[in-house]
């Protein structure tokens, strides 16, 4: 029965797949108009989304509809503001992934190359389709199951593009801190190449340079690096100690792994104890 209906209708993924197509499409019209501009232009329409993040959110009242006097007031606040930036970012979505096709289309035929973990490399990837329907997914807080060799490195590229733009952060979780600091410098080109700054947040690293990392649009690290700065800057005495800037949006790389695998080993942490 389950066969003949996935025959019929097609499976889940067909499904899914079919309903994102149309916005596939839209950032393909979107890639194909954006050939004819000068590098220097490529580069402005990041300075353009983040106008239109501002002029849109600028007359927007996050307390409208909730009373002055309810105990949740800022926190429901939050939430009719996260909703309205998501609105607009899925605005957004179609010409800004294709600005990161372009920028990666052009990165490939003008044989970039950068130092990688001490190897000199040339960039050579361009999105697929099959990759622009994982950046959507990752976009929208799904998860996307891949294969390794997929390039599930660069399907980040286009989403943390997108929610940094907003100008609040956006966070990259993955597993050590050797993938940390390869994918901050490899997917960094991209970033750097259309204006927006990227950091890596490392083991040993102090707190004023951890500060840095965070201040910077996207940040990478580790799911460990991220979860103890949490749980010392909840600990944090003065303002000035806290490292973190906020939690706008951020991707989990190896998602099984870190939320299934890791999670059952919890993140203890403790201030000293005076002697008994």
Avoid at 10 to 37: C, M, W, Y
Avoid at 48 to 58: G, P, S, T
Avoid at 233 to 243: F, G, I, K
């Amino acid at each position: 029965m389950l066969k003949l209906f996935e025959k019929m209708f097609g499976t889940r993924h067909e499904r899914e797949a079919k309903k994102i197509q149309p916005l596939v499409d839209e950032v393909n019209q979107h890639f194909s108009e954006l050939a004819s501009l000068s590098d220097e232009e490529l580069r402005g329409k990041t300075d353009e989304f983040r106008a239109y993040i501002q002029e849109r959110m600028k007359d927007y009242d996050r307390y409208e509809g909730i009373e002055r006097e309810d105990p949740e007031r800022e926190k429901k606040a939050r939430k009719n503001e996260v909703k309205e930036l998501d609105l607009i970012l899925e605005d957004l979505l179609p010409e800004a992934f294709a600005v990161v096709k372009e920028a990666c289309r052009r990165m490939k035929e003008n044989g970039y190359t950068f130092d990688l973990m001490g190897t000199e490399t040339t960039w050579d990837m361009i999105p697929y389709d099959v990759q622009l329907i994982g950046a959507i997914m990752l976009h929208r807080g799904r998860i996307a199951e891949m294969a390794t060799g997929e390039g599930k490195t660069l399907v980040a590229v286009m989403p943390l593009y997108l929610n940094a733009l907003a100008g609040r952060g956006a966070h990259l979780v993955t597993v050590n801190d050797y993938l940390a600091q390869r994918d901050s410098q490899w997917m960094g080109q991209v970033y750097e190449y259309l204006g927006l700054t990227v950091g890596c947040i490392l083991s040993q690293m102090s707190p004023d340079d951890r500060r840095e990392m965070y201040n910077c649009d996207i940040t990478y690290g580790t799911n460990n690096e991220f979860g103890f700065d949490y749980l010392r800057d909840n600990m944090a005495v003065e303002p000035d100690t806290v490292v973190q800037r906020g939690h706008q949006y951020a991707i989990i790389d190896e998602v099984d792994s870190v939320l299934i695998d890791e999670a059952r080993t919890p993140l203890i942490i403790a201030g000293p104890v005076p002697r008994s």
